[in-house]
């Protein structure tokens, strides 16, 4: 994913901005379940939907909403991918953060907490509460800090590898059930003559990505979440250095090989959809756009499965690695009853089905929240897969600090074209971490 | 081609020149290309699909369909280009006024302190827009102008009046005096001296920064980023970004969206080519 690379980039900038801005001597609040609604005034939203094909998404259920309570104006404030990130930082140091506002999980949502910019919604939307037993649990638990709950989870996303149903059948493969299989059905597409793997990682995040779910594979999530926070964290565990071997494998006998950090990862989707390559690793959000009418790989074609463990795995072999996206309300709000019950009016099943639906394609973070009727079969499927996931693995440049996250991602690069080794990767990673818990 | 010199005989023609020549009607030549090329490039593009653009960047489209320009038209290129066009006429208007009527002061009138003042008013050069941000949005917030027009052609024109007065007022300084002594003697007040006598003798110098002005609005990016949000108010630059997502990004159409951008800017360049140039000689010159 562009984002979370680029949010590593921006949050090492802005960490300071987010956390330590004017605000920084604020209290914490807590949200009350029982808190009386005054349906009246303004209520401004920070969204992420300001993309042409999105934008509708808010602005229509912005409209029922004040319908239903005429007292209440809702003010939009839509931002794409890249403008959201140098909005809210203006916002914040301003000291006018909307109400609701967006955020990512991991680091960038960590910044909003420390700064007690986000209100702790544990009470509202935790496991037990009406409003969370409608939620998708990991979703929700993604926005875990401190053990307190913080986010409105509104979407989820996570990576599957897609693959070329006719072309696994030419070379007479099936759906591999072990990593090794993998390595095994990629010799014999390539002996086919078709590119097993289309990688493009010129952008770097492609190959943390993989790197990423190896490791929730192969190391143990506590020893995972330990290693998260530099002030404990160790990298020790010998799964690290097993999952970078694991992926340099993959490199070798799947893909391009040291070539693809020259090749974009748009460009190795366009592969993959014109039929040019077996198999690509892809965010759910993606298949529609992998597979579709105006494509040379059609619908009917495009299979997925998770990216299969390795046999000898020893840490978590039903998690998946994926984050969804959500919205936290800001301590300085005047209007919190109203903002948590618009977010619940947002993440309702009916709006939720509308969201998870075409145009939009955002898999709704809400558990009634798919319809097989609209969706894309693919979609509802990996919904399933997603729901029945033991663990979220967040994306490994976004849940580590933005040292770390760097040091992952240009360390992994350097394994993809050979000039490094998977010890010395894990080298880079622990200094960098070492060096950021002596900063703390 | 050279002519025959004096030194050489009838007929004998002067190779060195015309190697020279030839070096530096190619050198023009790859330069043209190098220019060119990613404009032209960008507009071809925008008669693809994701496929072609993809397997085969370099080759021509496959057919002449305007359907992506269409397509970017009506997703809200339509909306970027009245917005930036509001903003840059607006302020471009704002931004040259303000900027001819105070270098007018500076250079005509008598007052105090002048080098000071000219110094304060050229100081503003040095201010980074990125440095007064925050306290930019706090106080457009106050005044209710954040998230509106106003916002943008305020900012533009502020943060444009320094370089353009610096620009006008170095012209003004090279007009003759006498000029305005002969309308006062003629009984013209000041103002009907700066609007009937000065104001059209710095037509050249005018136009040159109107030109420079578009330019900058047409592209800024900063301030229409954090002043304004939605589709209705976005400019040009800002808008261009929201076409592109992180997935599904019909880059067909972002081609044929850029090259509408860039249109105006283009034809406005050949049209106005001397006054181009001349812009930044005087910017760089003075």
Not at chain 2, 152 to 180: E, G, H, Q, S
Not at chain 2, 189 to 196: A, D, I, P, Y
Request: proline residues 6%; glycine residues 8%; contains cysteine.
């Amino acid at each position: 994913m562009k984002r979370s690379s680029h949010v590593v980039a921006v949050a090492a900038a802005s960490a300071l901005a987010l956390s330590a801005g004017p605000g920084s001597a604020r209290e914490a609040v807590v949200a009350d379940p029982n808190a009386k609604v005054e349906y009246s005034g303004t209520l401004s939203i920070l969204t992420k939907f300001g993309l042409q094909q999105l934008s509708p998404y808010f602005v229509n259920v912005a409209k029922e909403y004040e319908k239903l309570h005429p007292g209440v104006k809702i003010e939009l404030i839509q931002e794409s991918d890249d403008s959201v990130k140098g909005k809210t930082k203006t916002l914040v140091a301003s000291n006018s953060l909307p109400d609701i506002y967006f955020s990512w999980t991991g680091s960038w949502g960590e910044n909003f907490v420390r700064g007690n910019r986000a209100v702790d919604l544990t009470k509202v939307v935790g496991p037990d509460t009406p409003w969370g037993k409608t939620l998708s649990p990991a979703a929700v638990k993604a926005f875990e800090y401190n053990g307190k709950l913080y986010g409105i989870p509104l979407y989820l996303d996570a990576k599957f590898m897609g693959y070329n149903k006719p072309a696994f059948e030419k070379a007479g493969v099936g759906v591999p059930a072990t990593f090794e299989k993998l390595l095994e059905a990629c010799d014999a597409l390539r002996k086919g003559g078709t590119t097993p793997i289309s990688l493009g990682n010129k952008e770097a995040w492609p190959a943390v990505h993989y790197a990423g779910q190896l490791l929730a594979y192969n190391v143990p999530t506590a020893t995972l979440e330990r290693d998260f926070d530099p002030a404990r964290a160790k990298f020790d565990d010998p799964g690290y250095v097993a999952s970078l071997a694991q992926f340099k494998a993959l490199v070798d006998r799947c893909t391009d090989g040291a070539a693809v950090n020259g090749t974009s990862y748009a460009s190795s989707l366009q592969a993959f959809s014109n039929a040019d390559s077996a198999m690509y690793y892809q965010e759910i959000i993606e298949f529609d756009q992998a597979a579709s009418a105006d494509t040379k790989l059609k619908g009917a074609d495009f299979g997925f499965f998770r990216l299969p463990p390795p046999a000898a795995a020893k840490g978590d072999v039903k998690a998946i690695e994926g984050a969804p996206e959500g919205y936290m309300i800001n301590t300085a709000s005047k209007k919190i009853p109203l903002a948590i019950d618009f977010m619940k009016f947002v993440t309702a099943p009916e709006n939720a089905r509308v969201l998870s639906a075409p145009p939009y394609g955002q898999p709704s973070a809400a558990i009634d929240g798919a319809s097989e009727a609209t969706m894309n079969p693919a979609v509802v499927a990996g919904l399933k897969d997603i729901a029945s996931a033991s663990y979220l693995m967040p994306w490994l440049d976004t849940a580590n600090t933005p040292r770390v996250a760097a040091a992952w991602l240009s360390s992994l690069q350097a394994l993809v074209g050979g000039t490094m080794t998977p010890e010395a990767v894990m080298a880079e990673v622990k200094k960098a971490s070492a060096a950021d818990a002596k900063r703390k | 081609m050279s002519a025959p010199s004096a030194s050489h005989p009838a007929g004998q023609v002067n190779v060195w020149a015309v190697v020279a020549r030839t070096f530096l009607l190619a050198l023009l030549v790859c330069l043209g290309i190098v220019v060119l090329y990613p404009l032209i490039w960008m507009a071809l593009n925008g008669f693809k699909d994701n496929s072609q653009i993809f397997g085969d960047p370099f080759a021509l489209p496959a057919g002449w369909s305007w359907a992506n320009y269409v397509q970017a038209w009506n997703q809200g290129v339509r909306n970027y280009v009245t917005v930036s066009l509001i903003v840059t006429v607006a302020s471009g208007i704002c931004t040259v006024l303000i900027s001819a009527w105070t270098a007018f002061g500076l250079t005509r009138s008598r007052m105090p302190m002048k080098p000071i003042v000219v110094g304060f008013v050229l100081g503003g050069l040095m201010l980074s827009p990125t440095v007064a941000l925050i306290p930019l949005v706090k106080m457009l917030q106050s005044m209710g102008l954040y998230n509106t027009y106003w916002a943008l052609i305020i900012l533009y024109t502020a943060f444009r009046v320094p370089f353009t007065t610096f620009l006008i007022r170095a012209y003004m300084l090279d007009l003759p005096r006498d000029l305005d002594e002969a309308a006062t003697m003629d009984g013209a007040s000041e103002g009907q001296v700066f609007w009937r006598i000065i104001l059209p003798l710095c037509r050249p110098i005018i136009i040159s920064c109107v030109i420079l002005h578009v330019l900058f609005a047409w592209n800024e990016y900063l301030f229409a980023m954090i002043f304004t949000s939605g589709a209705d108010l976005q400019t040009l630059p800002v808008g261009l970004t929201s076409i592109m997502a992180r997935h599904g990004t019909n880059y067909a159409v972002v081609f044929a969206a850029m090259t509408i951008s860039a249109l105006p800017i283009v034809v406005i360049f050949f049209a106005a080519q001397r006054y181009f140039i001349r812009g930044l000689a005087e910017g760089i010159g003075k």
